[in-house]
C-alpha cells in the first residue's frame, strides 16, 4: 500500500472551510488508537488532490499524524485497465 504525507495532499475548494461530524471523527480515532493505521486509505489524484477520506485526511492533520495509506487514483485505473 503506497503512502502519502498529510502535508502533501491538496484539498479540493468545497472541502476546504469543511469539518468533518464529531461522531465520525471520533470513529475513526477509536480505530486508529486501537490499531495504530487507519482502516480505509484516502485517495487522492496523481496531483495528490483529495478524492476520498477527507475525515481521515482531517483527524490524521489534527492528531500530528505525518503520512496516511493511500491510493491513487490513476494506479487504480492503470489496474482496473489490465
Known amino acids: 500500500m503506497d503512502r502519502i504525507k498529510v502535508l502533501d495532499i491538496v484539498l479540493p475548494t468545497h472541502l476546504q472551510n469543511s469539518i468533518p461530524r464529531k461522531e465520525k471523527l471520533d470513529k475513526i480515532l477509536r480505530y486508529?488508537?486501537?490499531?495504530?493505521?487507519?482502516?480505509?486509505?484516502?485517495v487522492v489524484t496523481d496531483e495528490n488532490v483529495l478524492i476520498d477520506g477527507y475525515?481521515?485526511?482531517?483527524?490524521?492533520r489534527e492528531c500530528g499524524i505525518k503520512e496516511v495509506p493511500c491510493i491513487n487514483l490513476s494506479k487504480l485505473e492503470y489496474i482496473i485497465a489490465k
Open 55 to 60: 475525515a481521515r485526511y482531517y483527524a490524521a
Open 32 to 42: 486508529y488508537i486501537q490499531h495504530k493505521e487507519f482502516d480505509v486509505p484516502v
